[in-house]
């Protein structure tokens, strides 16, 4: 049994399907990434693991965690695993900070919760999490409110909080978005060294395959709120056999060399589409090239070599990844091209 274990999760916005049947696992101190492009289902899968997911919203399915079903427990008992077994980093460390609370009340409010520490043993513990974190001084940061802080130090003090337990896993949903170039560099080596000193396994949530590639050792492939594929990161990266995952590849590459700066970038055909939108049997179909008749039916996740599997009627042939046709870029591209062009400056 790996350590968290998501199996047929299905979550539905009234009558309409926002994810599908997602499985996927974490194993114990396993770095996994989950990728795709805004709109993808990435951020609604973090929220039904942590039962954080809005009221408008119904998750089906299980989830996992060391063996108890997170979907099946009561709101109070999945309260007291967050936090303690299971930590969020979210994107925006603005909304994920009380702003009217002192920053190292707010670390060492953790502590107190799933510790039993007493105030000031949960002062001493979260300043020595800020230092740990990399702030020089520690105490005039605990004394700190929110807005006081920039975006990068606001973010090391989620982080701080997110391991001040240990947790067993660790999900952190766009953790730099927020953050200019040089800073997310900083915020990533510090969330992969707390996850390894803490022993904690990782989820990592981004449209960034650079991040993924350098922090994951495997991948899920998420679009239309299905899993298209998934293995480990070399496998998925070197040899891609669904077209979307390939076009992903190919888009980041043009960005990470320069050359899609220079004239107009390789990019997936059309748009990800509304949530409800999405095209009945393979999600994909209606942006790809390789779309014929067969994909009318849904595609099940087949085995490839390895650990490495793909949901596709046309996969692509090992070793032979096309590049897909130039268009505009998508709303993930953009973004990259933007962080490329902001390291040249």
Not at 220 to 227: A, E, H, N, T
Not at 292 to 310: I, V
């Amino acid at each position: 049994m790996s350590l968290l274990d998501v199996e047929g999760l299905c979550v539905d916005l009234g009558r309409v399907p926002v994810l599908s049947e997602v499985s996927f696992s974490v194993g114990t101190a396993e770095r996994v990434g989950l990728i795709g492009e805004s709109g993808s289902g990435k951020s609604v899968t973090a929220l039904a693991i942590l039962g954080l997911l809005p009221a408008s919203m119904t998750a089906r399915g299980t989830v996992r965690l060391e063996g108890e079903d997170l979907l099946a427990a009561s709101e109070r008992r999945r309260a007291q695993l967050r936090g303690d077994r299971v930590a969020m980093v979210f994107q925006e460390p603005t909304s994920a900070l009380d702003p009217l609370m002192r920053v190292g009340r707010q670390v060492g409010e953790v502590l107190r919760i799933h510790r039993g520490a007493s105030r000031r043993q949960a002062h001493a513990e979260a300043v020595r999490l800020l230092g740990r974190v990399g702030f020089a001084d520690p105490e005039a940061i605990a004394r700190a409110f929110p807005h006081q802080l920039s975006g990068g130090q606001r973010q090391r003090v989620v982080l701080a909080s997110a391991v001040a337990c240990r947790p067993s896993l660790v999900v952190a949903d766009e953790p730099t978005t927020a953050l200019d170039v040089t800073v997310q560099a900083q915020v990533l080596d510090l969330l992969r060294h707390l996850v390894e000193e803490s022993g904690s396994a990782l989820l990592l949530i981004s449209h960034d395959l650079a991040v993924v590639s350098s922090t994951c050792e495997r991948l899920v492939v998420l679009y239309g709120g299905r899993v298209l594929e998934l293995g480990r990161t070399a496998e998925v990266l070197e040899d891609p056999r669904h077209p979307y995952t390939a076009g992903l590849l190919a888009t980041a590459a043009a960005v990470s060399d320069g050359s899609g700066l220079r004239g107009r970038l390789p990019a997936l055909a059309g748009s990800v589409p509304s949530i409800g939108a999405f095209p009945s049997g393979c999600v994909y179909r209606n942006r790809c090239e390789r779309a014929d008749e067969a994909c009318l039916a849904l595609p099940r996740l087949e085995s490839g070599q390895g650990d490495h599997r793909f949901a596709c009627w046309h996969p692509l042939e090992t070793g032979r990844a096309p590049e897909p046709r130039t268009g505009e870029a998508s709303q993930s591209v953009v973004q990259g091209a933007n962080r490329a062009s902001g390291e040249k400056r």
